[in-house]
């Protein structure tokens, strides 16, 4: 069928060529939110496209709601979901950049290669509704596996897409945020520690293991991650989930961790209603820095030595105080001094904006005492204890 034919190479070729002319690649680009979803027919199948490449693919009709603005593409075998910002003008040269929230599905939602919509069986719906919206203008892209289990080379994939829409379809590389729950919650912990600089910040749901409590802080301890656990949950208990917390703490983590005292496994939904959830995705920032422990703020004479830093893995980091330049090119640094510090990150050859919300280190504000005030009717004299 020619609607399957037309893929794109994913080379550093075409990257290159990208980067030189934008505006013309751009339009080229094999995602495009006024792709048709195609419903598979088992009579006439798609021929995937060969390895290493994107191409147009199909969808089974597996849930209730319309999901056309999910366009429907496959890369090395692995077909994926990818909703389009708002906003988004293939063919415009306007500099836009667009975050991603990248979504791991759980082991209930896997499927063949031709059946790629139950994957949005939860949450689909609800991004959807925000995009359209404005309240998140950015892409979403659901991948799905066969099994509903994730790992390599699968990570790599997604990092690739990731890469590929970058060069082609005004992707912000330092705003990728990662969500998954059950068995993609754990797809959220072992993508970000395999792939520290393509993430921006991570939600994972109903997901702990103890394997993770040697692994997670020194990838993750840097970057913003927002844990959650249902009190009723058996897998994993809350004991578990609470040793992983316990060592992301110890090493000075940027952790939020929720507990739904009232949830077994299903935190999901009680998740994407919380007040704070398009805002954590709307402000991650890969060089927005975090202080480990979270102090910045100090008592007058207390002495000033804090370790700062965003996450590890990128190519380059570029530091500064009080916007002039320091010498630091890690993804750290040693603050001994009160100041304003940011950075900025490089990945792919190219470069992020200095931090979106630098890290202010100063004085702590005095602690006010409240006015203190009588209660109406009540009597300000103290009465003899011999009464």
Known sequence: MKTFTRVVSFTFLLALAAWLVP?????????????????????????????????KWVRTKRVSWNTNNYKCYVYNGYPFRLRFPKTYNPT????????????????????????NEYSLFHGGQVWDAAVTAGTFDGFVFVLQTPNGFWGQPVYNYISQIMDYMVVNNKLDPFRITTNGLSAGGAGVWDYSIAFPQYVAGAVPMSAACLCYNNTAPPAMKFTPTWL?????????????????????????????????????????DDTWRQPGWWPFLNNDYASNPWPLFGRSQFCPGDPVNITVGVAPGYQAYQWRKDGVALP??????????????????????????????????????????????????????IPALDT
């Not at 415009?92 to 791991?104: E, V």
């Not at 640094?333 to 992020?352: A, H, P």
Request: hydrophobic share 30%; with cysteine.
């Open 228 to 268: 959650i656990q249902g009190g009723k949950d058996g897998s994993p208990d809350p004991s578990t989930t609470a040793q992983l917390v316990a060592a992301m703490n110890a090493a000075g983590a940027n952790l939020n961790y929720q507990i739904f005292p009232n949830d077994g496994h299903d935190t999901w």
């Open 328 to 381: 630091n090119t890690g993804n750290s640094i040693n603050v001994t001094q009160f100041g304003t510090y940011d950075c900025r990150v490089e990945r792919g050859g190219v470069w992020s904006d200095w931090s979106h919300q630098p890290l202010a280190v100063g004085l702590m504000p005095p602690t006010v005492s409240p006015n203190i005030s009588i209660a109406p009717l009540v009597s300000n004299v």
């Open 92 to 115: 415009a040269n306007d500099g836009k950049k667009y975050p991603c929230l990248i979504f791991f599905h759980g082991d209930g939602e896997g499927g063949p290669v031709t059946d």
């Open 23 to 55: 505006s013309q690649v751009q339009a080229q680009s094999i995602l495009n939110p006024n792709d048709s979803v195609i419903t598979y027919n088992p009579a006439s199948p798609p021929t995937q496209p060969a390895f290493g490449t994107i191409g």
